[in-house]
């Protein structure tokens, strides 16, 4: 039998969601949920806003005893019926959907919910584009990482985040690597000028019914789960083209750090929507020295992480490149050019990519460091 939940907190909602989640699964391993979703504080008078999920499972369990379960993980987060009184929802897991039964008719309707819905049945496909004649660092995508090769930690940290993943590669050499460690492997052309053509051909390739496809950077072995879900929450707004992943920059940075062409910037709307991105810096403020341009403005660097509805993504791939593209070598130029919308998830986990051996020191210093 099919069920629907709404997972909602108001008070250490981090913290009572992550119980939420931890205790849904353990007790319904098939279970799928949304991101994230604040929304207003709707029919309490308190003025904290709740953080919701929607999920969805299939269990033999009858009704009474799915219902038994989830007020137990409500009393786990500490939930009372005093507190209930006091608008104080430390937990509240509602069950919406028990086979063809509906409950809670009014919660149906509310926009959040919908959106939540909604996300919720789209499928979303990692790929993780990996050549081997990068011209930098050949062969890095085999290159050993903490005794695994760099490819591994990059699928090992996608594999379970999203619905499937796959490493799109045009070398048989990454391809038996892949298979070697039980990783999902595509073959795919030589003559790919871009991760994004590669990530199509492979999409083409997979054959299964994806709604939003990830495009995901073999050079970062310390992607995280917390980034992808960052991009994946774009898709909560329905309007959704294009998603990817901005860093606010510290204000202690200095300003020869961002002046440094190789960190791509970008500007935000306020709705969260790349306005451009540029190898510059941007916006120039005419009326402060440069050097406390940080200290006055938030600057944003651009991780290159990218999701697409996948008719989007095969528009795109049909897109000759365009001026603005040429000039900043920014494939993402060639979309804005045209028309198309991106929406930016904000990160600030700091991570690690490969683009050099010197790279690969830093990355294994860093994994020294932090036991990983």
Known sequence: MKYILCVGSNTEPQRNMKL????????????RFSSEQTSEPMGTLRPDWFLNRAAKFETEMPYEEVRAITKEIERQAGRTPEEKYQEI????????????????????????????LRQLDMRFVGIIPARYASTRFPAKPLAMLGGKPVIQRVYEQVAGVLDDAYVATDDERIEQAVKAFGGKVVMTSVNHKSGTDRCFEAFTKIGSNFDVVVNIQGDEP??????????????????????????????????????????VKMVLSKDRKALYFSRSIIPYQRNQEKESWLLHHIYYRHIGLYA?????????????????????????????????????????????????????????????????
């Not at 939420?20 to 279970?31: D, G, K, Q, Y």
């Not at 060639?334 to 929406?343: D, H, Q």
């Open 222 to 263: 310390f992607i995280q789960p917390s980034q992808i879900e960052a991009v994946r929450a774009c898709f909560l707004d329905p309007q959704t083209q294009i998603a990817t992943l901005a860093m606010p920059l510290p204000a202690n940075l200095g300003i020869d750090a961002i002046e440094n062409p190789n960190v």
């Open 20 to 31: 939420a989640v931890e205790e849904l699964t353990r007790h319904f391993p098939n279970i």
């Open 89 to 116: 929802i430390k937990l509240d897991v509602d069950i919406l959907q028990a086979g063809d039964q509906r409950f809670k008719e009014h919660d149906w309707e509310e926009p959040y919910v919908q959106r939540l």
């Open 308 to 372: 697409y509805q996948a008719e989007v993504l095969r528009e795109i791939t049909a897109l000759p490149q365009s001026s603005l593209e040429l000039a900043e070598s920014l494939e993402q130029l060639r979309w804005l050019e045209n028309g198309y919308t991106i929406k930016v998830g904000l990160t600030d986990v700091e991570t690690i990519g490969i683009d050099t051996p010197q790279d690969l020191q830093r990355a294994e210093e860093f994994l020294k460091q932090h036991q990983l």
